[in-house]
């Protein structure tokens, strides 16, 4: 079994600062790409900031400057750096992750979102 647990969201306000955190558990061979998304509300999922195991990240161009991603590879955790936040921003945040578990078996998983509101 393998679990995403994000932490960190909550309420700040516009120009503040917030870190989330995604620890993921369980029978891990190995983490492929990990990264978040986010929902708004009657908004579609999108894509905020990704980070493959070997490769580049990737961000939405909207936060592209404001968000920094990083992983710990030994901790199976990444994490949202978020700057300069603005109303817009404000959703509910998933962590997402491509795992190949101790069986060999690659599938992607979801943690279950954290909150973030940027409002004054």
């Known amino acids: 079994q393998v679990k995403l647990v994000e932490s960190g969201g909550g309420l700040v306000q516009p120009g503040g600062s917030l870190r989330l955190s995604c620890a993921a558990s369980g029978s891990i061979f190995r983490i492929n790409a990990i990264g978040w998304f986010r929902q708004a509300p009657r908004q579609q999922r999108e894509l905020v900031a990704d980070i493959p195991s070997g490769g580049t990240t990737n961000y939405a161009d909207s936060v592209k400057g404001r968000f920094t991603i990083s992983r710990d590879n030994v901790k199976n955790t990444v994490y949202l750096q978020m700057n300069s936040l603005k109303p817009e921003d404000t959703a509910v945040y998933y962590c997402?992750?491509?795992?190949?578990?101790?069986?060999?078996?690659?599938?992607?998983?979801w943690g279950q979102g954290t909150q973030v509101t940027v409002s004054s």
């Open positions: 997402h992750a491509q795992i190949v578990n101790i069986l060999a078996y690659a599938r992607a998983y």
